[in-house]
């Protein structure tokens, strides 16, 4: 990324483009390059389609997943597409977007790439004034998804100072499960705007609005009743909490 003037390299999509989640499932996948360092087979998709041209994403295929005791086989790769969809609900883009598709290792999930300096994660953001608003509301987007892996490698600051929220595949358990690196707001009041949105996507899971349906039909009814009593306790109390006596810290932390 040129970081000066925030503008991605050519060749990378933008993410608010409106036709980037068809082309993301449109794409031609061509070669696909293995990341050693993730604890599950996760690869850099180079892409190809003709309106948005060469593109990249990050291809996880339901394949390469590593079984883990509290989370079902086979479920990871749909939580990531789940954590955009949760996302896109609440208005927020935070995740970068998100499709299920096939590619050559079978179905699994494809989102877009997004340039970054690795360098620059969460511990090295977390006390710059311009960020705070963003990091409070990953925060507050971790605490409702239940995420139980937000390591400070997967903060990533985007062209024009914009932090998304990656590898969200251990999100949305029934039982709470929170492990996040970001606890410096905690008793940090949630703003009148993110509750209005948290209320306004809990109404709609709720009463089985057609806008909710590509996050209900990702996850277990258990599931989505967990997601409704979070979000209720947040609205009840729109307040960052503290630090929980048990495990809250992921590992290793980037």
């Known amino acids: 990324m040129d970081h000066v003037r925030g503008r991605a390299r050519p060749g990378l999509w933008p993410p608010d483009h409106p036709g980037v989640l068809d082309a993301l499932g449109e794409a031609e996948i061509g070669e696909l390059h293995l990341l050693p360092d993730s604890s599950n087979y996760v690869f850099i998709a180079d892409l190809k389609h003709p309106l948005l041209g060469a593109g990249r994403a990050v291809y996880k295929p339901m394949r390469g997943e590593r079984p883990l005791y509290d989370f079902p086989d086979g479920t990871l790769h749909r939580r990531e597409v789940a954590a955009f969809a949760f996302s896109r609900l609440l208005g927020w883009g935070l995740v970068p977007p998100t499709v ?26 977390r006390e710059r004034a311009d960020l705070k608003t963003q990091l409070v509301r990953m925060a507050v987007f971790d605490l409702a998804a239940n995420n139980a892996d937000r390591k400070a490698g997967h903060v990533l600051l985007g062209a024009n100072h ?3 929220a990656i590898d969200n595949a251990l999100c949305f358990h029934g039982d709470a499960k929170l492990r996040t690196v970001i606890w410096d707001f905690a008793g940090e009041e949630i703003d009148a705007g993110s509750v209005h949105d948290l209320a306004r996507v809990r109404q709609q899971l709720g009463t089985g609005a057609h806008a909710a349906d590509a996050l209900a039909d990702l996850l277990t009814s258990a599931e989505c009743e967990a997601l409704l009593e979070r979000l209720g306790d947040l609205i009840a109390e729109p307040i960052l909490p503290q630090m929980f006596p048990w495990r809250c810290w992921p590992w290793p932390l980037i």
């Open 100 to 125: 299920e598709r096939e590619g050559e290792h079978g179905p699994g999930s494809l989102q877009l790439f997004v340039d970054h300096d690795p360098n620059l994660h969460y511990f090295a953001l």
């Open 162 to 164: 914009r932090l998304w």
